[in-house]
Nanobody, 114 residues
Framework: QVQLAESGGGVVEAGGSLRLSCAAS????????MAWFRQAPGKERELVAR???????DYADSVKGRFTISRDNAKNAVYLQMNSLKPGDTAVYYC????????WGQGAQVTVSS
């Protein structure tokens, strides 16, 4: 059974940084394309960044140049380094495969104060 566990969220002032981690199990991680998604209050979940099994990355325009996605296949982990955070980045952040599994982790709350 697939399990995804996000960690590293918190409260940070605008301009600050956070690093999110995702531990994945129950899948062939090294062959999976992975991504980070976020959902802000009252909004739909959106894809923020993704990384292919080969390490090719892609970002939403809103985070390009500020966020960096990476992965460690030996640890079955994917990371999201978030710099120059803005209040608009406030959301619950989730990791999942691309295409996503039906089940999601609990997410990591990121709150950016102005």
């Amino acid at each position: 059974q697939v399990q995804l566990a996000e960690s590293g969220g918190g409260v940070v002032e605008a301009g600050g940084s956070l690093r999110l981690s995702c531990a994945a199990s129950g899948l062939t991680f090294s062959s999976a394309d992975m991504a980070w998604f976020r959902q802000a209050p009252g909004k739909e979940r959106e894809l923020v960044a993704r990384i292919s099994h080969g390490g090719i990355t892609d970002y939403a325009d809103s985070v390009k140049g500020r966020f960096t996605i990476s992965r460690d296949n030996a640890k079955n982990a994917v990371y999201l380094q978030m710099n120059s955070l803005k209040p608009g980045d406030t959301a619950v952040y989730y990791c999942n495969r691309v295409p996503s599994f039906a089940s999601w982790g609990q997410g990591a709350q990121v709150t950016v104060s102005s």
